[in-house]
């Protein structure tokens, strides 16, 4: 069974940077796509970016150029570089794997493409 735990959430201001990681256990292989997802009080959950097995990644519109996300198969854990926070990227953000056979398969930024999950850091960018 997969295991997704996610670290580096916190508090900063408008502008700021934080860096989100997901340790990842229970691989057969490393035949998964991942993808980082959030999700703010009172709203549905939204893809924010993913990442397939030849490295290909997709950004919502509303983090492209700010994001950045990248995985270190060494060490099995995904990251989440977010520059130039703004107040509403405030939001629960998730780490999610797939399991992904064919190296090009590349799913889309649907929380329905993705069936394994972490709890969660929260992020909160002040004004």
């Known amino acids: 069974q997969v295991q997704l735990v996610e670290s580096g959430g916190g508090s900063v201001q408008a502008g700021g940077s934080l860096r989100l990681s997901c340790a990842a256990s229970?691989?057969?292989?490393?035949?998964?796509?991942m993808a980082w997802f959030r999700q703010a009080p009172g709203k549905e959950r939204e893809g924010v970016a993913n990442?397939?097995?030849?490295?290909?990644?997709d950004y919502a519109n509303s983090v492209k150029g700010r994001f950045t996300i990248s995985q270190d198969n060494t060490k099995n854990t995904l990251y989440l570089q977010m520059n130039n926070l703004e107040p509403e990227d405030t939001a629960m953000y998730y780490c999610?794997?797939?399991?992904?056979?064919?190296?090009?398969?590349?799913?889309?930024?649907?929380?329905?493409?993705?069936?394994?999950w972490g709890q969660g850091t929260q992020v909160t960018v002040s004004s």
């Open positions: 990442i397939n097995r030849v490295r290909w990644t």
């Open positions: 999610a794997a797939a399991h992904c056979p064919q190296l090009t398969t590349m799913p889309t930024l649907s929380s329905t493409d993705f069936p394994y």
């Open positions: 229970g691989y057969i292989g490393n035949r998964y796509c």
